[in-house]
């Protein structure tokens, strides 16, 4: 089904009701109002049920938007925009995914949650589509373990997500924890298969 392309100020109060959203959804969690969100938005709140008709929907609308932020960060560092080597890119790239989702926690719960609409998993398959990219090319350089694939690497960052949710770890903990399993992907003559 073709969708009409939004006036401008339409664009305009869907990007600000997004912005306020994710704002909302970051400081108080899921349960965040839309009215609280249509005010932070600076819209009235039937703006927002006309964009996004359920909270659901405009969780999915967030989580691929950061989705598609995401693909496009993995495809700056393929290219080397950011002046990385092909395994740095790779090693940056789940770092930045990591922190992201970190700083997200409710917005990762409520993915975890969601009927994944068509929209976010056309956002997840362009996100893992780009991340297999860049593990090829680091494997490639032979900076990055071959004998891992992507679903390794969704798992790993799971993985990682988890150990982050313990209560008493500080960021220098956390931060510890993510490079020993970031340093595990990398190759070496002490890592084979």
Known sequence: MNERPLRADARDNRARILAAARSAFESVGPEANLRDIARRAGVAQGTVHRHFPTKQALFSAIIAERLRELAGLARQLRAGQAGHAP?????????????????????????????????????????????????????????????????????ITAAVLAMDTHPAASSADRAKRIAIVLDGLRAGPDRRP
């Open 87 to 155: 395994g740095e890119a790779f090693i940056a790239f789940l770092t930045a995914t990591v922190e992201h989702a970190r700083h997200n926690r409710s917005l990762a719960t409520a993915f975890e949650e969601a009927d994944r609409d068509e929209d976010m998993q056309a956002a997840g398959r362009e996100m893992s589509a780009e991340l297999a990219l860049l593990l090829e090319q680091a494997q490639a350089e032979g900076t990055i373990r071959d004998d891992i694939d992507l679903a390794d690497i969704h798992a």
